[in-house]
């Protein structure tokens, strides 16, 4: 069998490209165009992001194609006239909303250095504002974009071909659809795994690096407004998109307002994860742990999701107050809370307290959902704002749906060092009498001994290629600190 995956730029190649090879299927390193391809046979990964240039030969499409050997792929950007020369291939056909694959082009512009030669002012290469680096090369490269996307649109005309989805493969629509794309390109292989299996390999695959890996955490809806769209509708590739399917009205109306409403990273999770408004909380079993071991009467639950902590705080007499990021999770689970102003919406990069306006700062499972940069930032808030201590658990381990949302995965001593920047101390009392540890486990122990064993055939790749040493500790991992000036 011989595979060559096409795709619209920026739509996922290495995901499936990561993918084929876990079933076993070799790489050959081309990277296939119409006229001129890029060889990374002989090539580790960061050599070719410096400079891709260096690896272009210039040789015909048809002889490219017939030095792929049996059991192996390729991949690349090349016009539908080509499959003339693909008689024997399976041909996969990827593609992705332009208007995200264009932002995200953008981006890998600047970090390459791509397309330089061709521009009359590369000043936007040099701007550290996302927004500028966008107009930038759309003011630059627009007709470049254009053509490059006009040339690889039309597979999604052809017939006996498979056609996979990005914003399917990376879970955008929920893990179920996304498991149902993979398969559907083991059934195209006729390759046969059990559900553990895929499962397993669908981890391996995300969760490697790639010479080109897109960022599936990026929420470039945000890049997207009234002057975005009017040079993207100038170009002509709101035509190129229609015909892939992501602007027809209905289509539209229906991703906007009946599912995604212009949802944010952190809402989208909440409307895939959250199933019943009487699910029982993780968080309240934690925050039991806080109300039998320290005496306070106000908390702040950083990052709330739901409010079934806060309620059950509230419940028992404490002064709770909860702040979420997420709009969404709090109009339908907590709407009768936020009219009362006892959740509200808001960052933990700028918690709208004064200095000590709770005893204890309480959040369960929140930091590892936030980008590393941000880290200090939330923590010398959640300083800020409490009088005596902070009390949280942080994962250590990935997430399920293929680690879509753990995005900032740190040992034990990372994170400590992180709050210990700050005048605090570790409860060292209470952390030993709550962090249960079984000396020796091995990394698969860990994660089977906690609460992460229904998932743990997800992060066979965690296991692995284990990035810190767990220490016998096994999950919740508890982070207690005391301030150590209580006022």
């Not at 003011?139 to 690889?152: G, V």
């Not at 009088?387 to 040992?411: D, M, Q, V």
Request: aromatic residues 14%; contains cysteine.
């Amino acid at each position: 069998m011989k595979v060559v995956l096409c795709s619209i730029p920026r739509s996922g190649t290495y995901l499936v490209s990561n993918f084929l090879k876990e079933m076993g299927l070799k790489d050959s390193g081309f990277r296939l165009n119409d006229e001129v391809y890029p060889d990374y046979s002989e090539s580790t990964l960061d050599i070719p992001r410096k400079n891709p240039n260096l690896f272009l030969k210039e040789i015909k499409f048809k002889d490219a194609v017939k030095n792929l050997q049996h059991n192996s792929f390729a991949s690349g950007h090349f016009s539908v006239p080509k499959r003339k020369y693909l008689n024997d291939f399976k041909i996969i056909f990827l593609y992705r909303n332009i208007k995200h694959c264009t932002i995200s082009f953008a981006f890998w512009t600047k970090k390459t250095g791509i397309w330089k030669k061709n521009e009359s002012d590369s000043s936007w290469r040099n701007q550290n504002l996302e927004k500028e680096i966008i107009f930038g090369f759309l003011k630059q490269h627009l007709i470049s974009i254009y053509n490059l996307f006009k040339k690889t649109v039309p597979w999604i005309n052809e017939k006996e071909i498979l056609h996979v989805q990005y914003e399917k493969l990376i879970g955008e629509h929920g893990k179920e659809i996304q498991i149902h794309e993979f398969q559907g390109i083991l059934n195209y292989l006729n390759i046969n795994l059990n559900q553990h299996e895929l499962e397993m390999k669908i981890s391996n695959s995300i969760n490697k690096d790639s010479l080109s890996k897109n960022d599936s955490k990026q929420d470039y809806s945000q890049y997207i407004d009234s002057d975005f769209k009017k040079y993207f509708k100038k170009s002509g590739l709101n035509k190129l998109n229609k015909e892939l399917g992501f602007e027809s009205f209905r289509k539209d109306f229906f991703n906007n307002f009946c599912f995604q409403k212009r949802l944010t990273f952190y809402d989208k999770y909440w409307k895939l994860n959250k199933k019943s408004k009487h699910t029982w909380s993780y968080g309240i079993t934690i925050v039991d742990n806080l109300i039998v071991n320290r005496k306070f009467q106000s908390i702040l639950d950083a990052g709330c999701g739901s409010a079934d902590v806060v309620r059950y705080l509230r419940a028992k007499g404490y002064d709770a107050i909860g702040i979420e990021l997420s709009e969404s999770v709090l109009k339908d689970y907590a709407s009768d809370l936020l009219q009362k102003n006892i959740v509200m919406k808001g960052s933990l990069t700028n918690i709208p307290f004064k200095d000590n306006s709770f005893d204890y700062v309480f959040s369960s499972e929140v930091l590892e959902h936030i980008p590393e940069n941000d880290i200090p930032k939330v923590i010398k808030e959640l300083y800020r704002v409490s009088r005596i201590g902070i009390f949280c658990t942080i994962s250590l381990r990935p997430s399920s749906s293929f680690n879509k949302y753990h995005i900032t995965l740190k040992s034990r001593q990372w994170w400590e060092e992180q709050f210990l920047n700050f005048p605090l101390t570790k409860d060292m009392e209470l952390i030993k009498k709550l962090q249960e540890v079984k000396e020796g486990a091995s990394f698969e122990e860990v994660l089977q001994l906690g609460p992460t064993k229904s998932h743990i055939h997800e992060m066979d790749w965690f296991i692995k290629n284990p990035p810190y040493d767990f220490n016998g500790e096994l999950e919740p991992w508890y982070f207690i600190f005391k301030k150590e000036y209580v006022q």
